[in-house]
């Protein structure tokens, strides 16, 4: 029998901790008893969260020491504002003084909180300086993708700043939301109702096919643990030669598919046989079909 | 300037013109919205990165400006940056999305991360407008952010706030009135300590100041925001979180 999987996606961000920490382990800071909300929303008649809508604190996973915050995507979308985003940033900065062996964030977000846009523009700013302190102090920082709201706005740039990223299949991660896009440069360039479109242009797959995350897993509690776990001690170096190495990844990437309109014809130039197929893939065959690309190309 | 001429060239931007202003000698060289080159003042060589035409920042546009400050790096290591900021946030279109512009975008302000490591000072000025992720790839990035006083900075146009937040356009045109969090403009970003201050009159003597001046072991924006008013928890809510309480 195929045991029942424990959707991430799913659960609160309470619960996708619970999960991913060892059992007992979670100490929570700034906790919903502090009762530190937001006092900008009542300003605009919306109601608060007693946790602002991230969960920050320390734990362990397989015995080994991290540092955790999950955004509550059902929160105001797990927008970023003045507590919330301090509370990220301090997490991290605790990171110097604690040295885990990671910091993981499980991001679940549409960006910047508009209710309090200044305070949540320089917050995201501020967690992204963070991440990179704590990079350049050798401790890794991993972000996991995997909420209804995916990674968008400028949590997409934090995510990106971090060593490693894992997104399950459903997980998006892009600096523009489908519905602006077409709100300012109108439905031809982009149809925020077409789901297929949003889905290959922003998912995890075609993120994972071009080089932007670097584990896809399924939507399940276990599989993100073990991505998780197998992240833990391993930090990418925050030097010129790792900069440039990047540079030029990123620099073929534009050079190759200049004027390309939809991501199958990237995936089929990358080597994928059947490029209408991969939206169908579970987790496990998708990773085969991305180490046999690997291997080719290697 | 003959017929021809005026063809090719393409007017001279208002960053240009800034550029001009601030130091004893610019060289400067434009390809589209980037403008790159070194000034002198008082001769002392600083890396000039600037944009200009309020430009929106695609994936190439980002890709171009950390070339520039990796050669910067590897050419002129120490030497100081000023990065004139000018652009209406990033570009939104289909391709720049397939690309990935997050990630060229985190390229470029981890470039100016690693830049501020190795020990170049990286000094911002606002010119016409810097839109969200605009200022945050780039003012964030900065030792120290300024603005000219008749820049804009903005996450995003009231109308459109209004659109998103379902807060009626009046109500929120009133609200910013008082709260420095929530509209556009240079006077709120500076309250809630994201710029510095606001450069005017003597150009080069800001820049001079701003050079002079040692940069930090920390970030103090969060400091700012505090003893100005405009962000009041931030400071006291991340060092709490810091301690483990």
């Known amino acids: 029998m195929i045991p029942a999987r424990h959707s991430f996606q799913e659960a609160g961000a309470r619960a996708r901790i619970r999960a991913l920490l060892d059992a007992g382990t979670f100490r929570e800071f700034c906790g919903p008893a502090q009762r530190h909300t937001s006092p900008h929303l009542p300003t605009l008649g919306m109601p ?251 | 300037m003959n017929a021809d001429a005026a063809l090719s060239a393409p007017p001279v931007s208002s960053t240009e013109r800034l550029i001009d202003a601030l130091f004893d000698q610019a060289s400067i060289s434009r390809a589209g919205p980037l403008v790159t080159g070194t000034g002198t003042l008082d001769g002392q060589a600083i890396a000039i990165l600037a944009t200009a035409e309020r430009a929106q920042i695609g994936a190439d546009l980002a890709l171009a400006m950390a070339r520039n400050v990796l050669d910067v790096m590897r050419e002129a290591p120490g030497r100081p940056i000023l990065i004139v900021v000018d652009n209406s946030g990033h570009r939104l279109g289909r391709w720049d999305e397939l690309m990935g512009n997050n990630g060229y975008l985190a390229h470029l302000s981890t470039c100016l991360y690693l830049a501020r490591r190795r020990g170049h000072r990286v000094i911002g000025l606002v010119n016409e407008l810097a839109v969200s992720a605009g200022f945050m790839a780039l003012g964030m990035a900065t030792d120290a952010c300024y603005a000219m006083p008749e820049a804009e900075v903005r996450v995003m146009a009231l109308n459109a706030m209004s659109r998103v937040t379902k807060v009626p356009l009046d109500r929120l045109t009133e609200l910013c009135a008082t709260s420095p969090v929530l509209g556009p403009g240079v006077a709120n970003f500076i309250r809630v300590g994201a710029l510095r201050g606001i450069w005017s009159g003597d150009l080069s003597a800001h820049l001079r100041e701003a050079l002079a001046e040692m940069p930090g072991e920390r970030d103090t924006r969060r400091e700012l925001g505090l003893e100005r008013g405009g962000r009041t928890l931030a400071r006291d809510i991340a060092a709490q979180v810091r301690a483990g309480v």
Not at chain 1, 182 to 207: C, I, P, S, Y
Not at chain 1, 252 to 267: H, K, M, P, Q, T
């Open chain 1, 48 to 298: 608060v969260a007693f946790d602002e809508g991230v969960v920050v604190g320390e734990g362990a996973i397989d015995g080994r020491p991290v540092l955790i915050a999950a955004q509550e995507g059902a929160f105001m979308g797990g927008a970023v504002g003045e507590v919330h985003g301090a509370k990220i940033t301090g997490l991290i900065e605790r990171a110097l003084d604690t040295r885990p062996d990671a910091v993981v964030l499980l991001l679940d977000s549409g960006g910047v909180r508009l209710h309090e846009a200044n305070a949540g523009l320089i917050a995201v700013g501020e967690i992204q300086r963070a991440v990179f302190d704590a990079r350049a102090a050798g401790i890794p920082v991993v972000t996991v993708i995997g909420g209804r709201n995916g990674c968008y706005g400028g949590t997409s740039i934090i995510a990106r700043s971090c060593d490693r990223i894992i997104a399950s299949e459903e997980g998006r991660l892009s600096v523009s939301g489908p519905e602006v896009i077409e709100a300012v440069e109108g439905v031809e360039e982009f149809d925020a109702q077409d789901r297929a479109l949003v889905w290959r242009t922003m998912g995890a797959k075609h993120r994972r096919l071009i080089g932007e995350i670097d584990a896809l897993v399924a939507d399940d509690m276990e599989a993100f643990r073990g991505a998780v776990s197998e992240s833990l001690g391993k930090s990418r170096p925050l030097d010129l030669d790792e900069l440039e190495a990047e540079h030029a990844r990123l620099a073929e990437r534009l050079a190759r598919f200049e004027g390309v309109s939809d991501a199958r014809e990237i995936w089929a130039a990358l080597g994928v046989n059947d490029p209408d197929r991969v939206s169908e893939i579970e987790a496990d065959e998708f990773n085969r079909l991305v180490a046999t690309l690997e291997g080719a190309r290697a």
